[in-house]
Nanobody, 114 residues
Framework: QVQLMESGGGLVQAGGSLRLSCAAS????????MGWYRQAPGKQRELVAL??????TDYADSVKGRFTISRVNANTLDLQMNSLKAEDTSAYYC?????????WGKGTLVTVSS
């Protein structure tokens, strides 16, 4: 079983920065895909960024050049968010995929004031 816990959300002004972290615990494979998703009220959950076990990353077009996903260590995933915009306001969720299963954290709220 895998547990994920996000932290680092909060209120920030437009143009500011936040760093989200995701702590993973349990049986973590060295070959997995971790990522960040977000869901705004009334909208579908959408991909923000992915990082594969080899280090390859993928970003949504809306965050390219502003957000950076990274693995701090085998069990910690970060998302550095710069130049935040009001439209980045969402609940942000950490995910981990391994052995055909996908796990989710409970989310952390990011609010960007304009």
């Amino acid at each position: 079983q895998v547990q994920l816990m996000e932290s680092g959300g909060g209120l920030v002004q437009a143009g500011g920065s936040l760093r989200l972290s995701c702590a993973a615990s349990g049986s973590i494979s060295s070959r997995n895909v971790m990522g960040w998703y977000r869901q705004a009220p009334g909208k579908q959950r959408e991909l923000v960024a992915l990082i594969f076990s080899g280090g390859i990353t993928d970003y949504a077009d809306s965050v390219k050049g502003r957000f950076t996903i990274s693995r701090v260590n085998a069990n910690t995933l970060d998302l550095q968010m710069n130049s935040l915009k009001a439209e980045d306001t969402s609940a942000y969720y950490c995910s981990l995929r391994q052995y055909g299963y996908e796990y989710w954290g409970k989310g952390t709220l990011v609010t960007v004031s304009s």
